[in-house]
Every structure is written in structure tokens, then in C-alpha cells.
């Protein structure tokens, strides 16, 4: 069976960092894209970032841009997400995905997902 594992998440003060893995076993992503959402509780999942699969083409929410980095390992088959000045507004479960088919910040068009890891920044 097809997995993503999220890990990293945690409490964290505003201004802080933490860094999301996203680790894939039983099949190579490496000619997937691959992206980050979020759900915060009451909320719609919303786009976070995306990167091609060579790496070549990265997106980010305007929310997220200038603080957040999202890099690849084809290798290790991991996604990262490097998060910095972390806010409260970023308090959310964030989940990677993956799309054999299109570089997009839509997640009906991602096939596989993980199964969340939570961030939670205090003020």
C-alpha cells in the first residue's frame, strides 16, 4: 500500500522553525509532484506550496512566501517543508500529497496523500 508519512510537526512559539518531512514507501514519487496543504479546525484544506519533480518549478501561498521553502530528496523519497517566523495564523494540520500527473495547487488533482502532522504556534 502506498504511503506518505508526515513528521515534524509540533508547538512551537511564534517567530520560531520547524522543518516537515514527508517520507513515501512502496512507490518512488520521483516524477511526481509533490505539494503541502494545511487545514486549520473550522477551515477548508488550503494550498500551501508545491515542487516539481526534478525540482526545477517551486509555488507558494502568498501567505507562506519568504517564510517557507519546500525541497526535495528523489533519492530518499521525502519532500520537505522548511518552515520559518512561524505565526499563529500557520497553526494547522499539514499534509504532503503527491501528483504523478500535473504541477497544481489543487488537491482534487492529487492522488496520494499523508496522513497529517500537526503545527501548532503559540503567541
Known amino acids: 500500500q502506498v504511503q506518505l508519512v508526515e513528521s515534524g510537526g509540533g508547538l512551537v512559539q511564534a517567530g520560531g522553525s520547524l522543518r516537515l518531512s514527508c517520507a513515501a514507501s512502496e512507490r518512488t514519487f520521483s516524477n511526481d509532484a509533490m505539494a503541502w496543504f494545511r487545514q486549520a479546525p473550522g477551515k477548508e484544506r488550503e494550498f500551501v506550496s508545491v515542487?516539481?519533480?526534478?525540482?526545477?518549478?517551486?509555488y507558494y501561498a502568498d501567505s507562506v512566501k519568504g517564510r517557507f521553502t519546500i525541497s526535495r530528496d528523489n533519492a530518499k523519497n521525502t519532500v520537505y517543508l522548511q518552515m520559518n517566523s512561524l505565526k499563529p495564523e500557520d497553526t494547522a494540520v499539514y499534509y504532503c500529497a503527491a501528483s504523478p500527473l500535473v504541477f497544481t495547487r489543487k488537491p482534487s488533482e492529487y492522488s496520494y496523500w499523508g496522513q497529517g502532522t500537526q503545527v501548532t504556534v503559540s503567541s
Open positions: 515542487i516539481s519533480w526534478n525540482a526545477k518549478s517551486t
